[in-house]
């Protein structure tokens, strides 16, 4: 069965893209039902209605705090009835309330090799750290800040010459190939969370998750 899927933005959104583009080749067995953003400048709402794909802003500013928000987010998002959420560059703290809401069905992803950097300026702290390899990871969402369990990590290496937005470069390359996976794994149920793991293919992932071999 075709998956639905609901995908949360706050920029650019190359992800949604990417996966976009995995739908349309048939590496995704999934449908886009909706794209939401808590931005409406964000040019990923153009991606989608590019694509013909409901394309939604809910801003958090026009609400009193963030559980108003997320239960407006809720209300909106279930009307497609979903059975996955994605956050692709969705740049908000979420109430453990939403969490919950979507367990085993939410992934997230991250621009660091997870358990390193969670938060923000990921990059920059990877090269200040003197670091030789940096990289994304995506990520079943729990309550815990980019702290759910691993599902799939992608590594880029590190060299001489970075910076700060070289690097982000290199780190979009690959987050553009290991969440289209992630996706396709998940709604070919070979992706699978449990409340003692993540599953994949039947096996239990170790804690880093499934590792994507480098581009370069
Ligand atoms: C991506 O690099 C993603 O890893 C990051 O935002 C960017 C979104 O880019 N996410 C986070 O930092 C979440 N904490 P995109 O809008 O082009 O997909």
């Not at 694509?51 to 809720?74: G, V």
């Not at 085993?104 to 920059?124: A, D, F």
């Not at 799939?152 to 590190?158: L, N, W």
Request: net charge negative.
């Amino acid at each position: 069965m075709t998956k639905r899927i609901v995908v949360l933005i706050s920029g650019s959104g190359s992800n949604l893209q990417a996966i976009m583009d995995a739908i349309d080749t048939g590496q995704i067995n999934g449908r886009i039902e909706a794209v939401l953003s808590n931005k409406a400048e964000a040019f990923g709402l153009q991606r989608a209605q590019n694509a013909n794909i409901p394309a939604i802003t809910l801003k958090h500013t026009d609400f009193e705090d963030r559980l108003s928000f997320d239960q407006a987010m809720i209300k909106e998002i279930d009307q497609y009835q979903p059975d996955l959420i994605v956050l692709a560059g969705f740049m908000r703290i979420l109430t453990p309330d939403f969490v919950r809401h979507y367990q085993g069905r939410m992934l997230n992803i991250h621009p660091s090799l997870l358990p390193k950097y969670k938060g923000l300026h990921t990059h920059k702290r990877a090269i200040e750290a003197g670091d030789k390899e940096h990289g994304c990871t995506v990520h079943f969402v729990t309550e815990e800040l980019d702290g759910g369990p691993l599902a799939v990590q992608g590594k880029v290496s590190v060299t001489m010459d970075d910076n700060e937005e070289s690097l982000q470069q290199k780190v979009h390359a690959i987050e553009h190939v290991i969440y289209p996976l992630a996706v396709e794994l998940y709604c070919a149920n070979k992706l699978i969370w449990t409340q003692s793991g993540i599953l994949m293919d039947g096996n239990t992932l170790p804690s880093q998750g499934y590792q994507v071999a480098p581009l370069d």
